[in-house]
Nanobody, 123 residues
Framework: QVQLVESGGGSVQAGGSLLLSCAAS????????IGWFRQAPGKERKGVAI????????YYLDSVKGRFTLSHDNATNTLYLQMNSLEVEDTAMYYC????????????????WGQGTQVTVSS
């Protein structure tokens, strides 16, 4: 059974940093894509940073490139999102999600989701 447990959200001022963690279990990491998604009130959910844990490539949302860094600890199957230079627009509920990688790459829709962690950035 796939389980994803997020931690590390909180409230910071603009320009600050946060580290999100997602402890993943119940699947073979090399066959999955895993990443962070976010959803602000009244807005659609968006992929923020996604990786195929075999390490082929990492996707970043354009608005976070250069500020956020995704990493994966293979030994513990933990996904991290280091968020620097946070902006008010980064305020959202952040979710960790995972699913099997398909023949064409990481999926568009994800089957397994964590409970989410709130990130609030104030000006």
């Amino acid at each position: 059974q796939v389980q994803l447990v997020e931690s590390g959200g909180g409230s910071v001022q603009a320009g600050g940093s946060l580290l999100l963690s997602c402890a993943a279990s119940g699947y073979t990491p090399s066959t999955y894509c895993i990443g962070w998604f976010r959803q602000a009130p009244g807005k659609e959910r968006k992929g923020v940073a996604i990786i195929h844990t075999a390490g082929e490539s990492t996707y970043y949302l354009d608005s976070v490139k250069g500020r956020f860094t995704l990493s994966h600890d293979n030994a513990t199957n933990t996904l991290y999102l280091q968020m620097n230079s946070l902006e008010v627009e980064d305020t959202a509920m952040y979710y960790c999600a995972a699913d099997l990688r398909g023949p064409m790459g990481c999926p568009v829709e994800y089957k397994y989701w964590g409970q989410g962690t709130q990130v609030t950035v104030s000006s």
